[in-house]
């Protein structure tokens, strides 16, 4: 199950991001916003990344306007490891090198076809499990 946050900002893409998840077969579980009246991305994009962490979703994808907001607030969650990605490369190198359990995504920066591409290549790609980036990850859980 993919955990899905926006605020008002990134709230259209989020409805497209999560229909085309589900028309993969992908389920999603939506932890707001309900709807683009203004709110607070922290909220948002906490509530999402809690739902990563615990193990309650196996991914998340989180969205505002320019997707930097809500990716900090995910961050600050111990576990999630949330990459901003703009383009495709970025959305595959994370989860290679990162082993990245979060996605944001500029509403604002990316238009429909790069985020469904963006997304559908981070949530494609499977970590490398190499020893390096293995120690890389412990280094950054430590911090």
Same mark, same amino acid.
């Given at each position: 199950?993919? !955990? %899905? =946050?926006?605020?008002? /900002? /990134? #709230?259209? &893409?989020?409805?497209?991001? +999560?229909?085309?998840?589900?028309?993969?077969?992908?389920?999603?579980?939506?932890?707001?916003?309900?709807?683009? $009246?203004?709110?607070? #991305?922290?909220?948002?994009?906490?509530?999402?990344?809690?739902?990563? !962490?615990?193990?309650?979703?196996?991914?998340? %994808?989180?969205?505002?306007?320019?997707?930097?907001?809500?990716? %900090? $607030?995910?961050?600050?969650?111990? =576990?999630?490891?949330? *990459? &901003?990605?703009?383009?495709?490369? $970025?959305?595959?190198?994370?989860?290679? @090198?990162?082993?990245?359990?979060?996605? *944001? &995504? =500029?509403? /604002?920066?990316?238009?429909?076809?790069?985020? +469904?591409?963006?997304?559908?290549?981070?949530?494609?790609?499977?970590? $490398?499990?190499?020893?390096? @980036?293995?120690?890389?990850?412990?280094? %950054?859980?430590?911090?």
């Amino acid at each position: 199950m993919i !955990a %899905i =946050g926006s605020d008002h /900002g /990134g #709230y259209d &893409l989020k409805v497209k991001v +999560m229909r085309h998840l589900e028309e993969q077969g992908i389920e999603c579980k939506d932890f707001g916003c309900p709807d683009k $009246s203004s709110c607070d #991305y922290p909220v948002f994009g906490r509530a999402a990344a809690e739902a990563v !962490a615990s193990g309650e979703c196996e991914k998340g %994808i989180v969205i505002c306007t320019t997707g930097i907001g809500i990716s %900090i $607030s995910a961050n600050k969650i111990k =576990g999630v490891r949330c *990459a &901003l990605c703009g383009d495709v490369f $970025s959305a595959k190198m994370t989860r290679l @090198h990162n082993n990245a359990n979060m996605l *944001a &995504l =500029g509403a /604002g920066i990316v238009g429909e076809n790069l985020a +469904m591409e963006i997304v559908d290549t981070f949530l494609g790609t499977e970590f $490398s499990n190499e020893e390096r @980036h293995n120690k890389r990850i412990a280094l %950054i859980e430590e911090a």
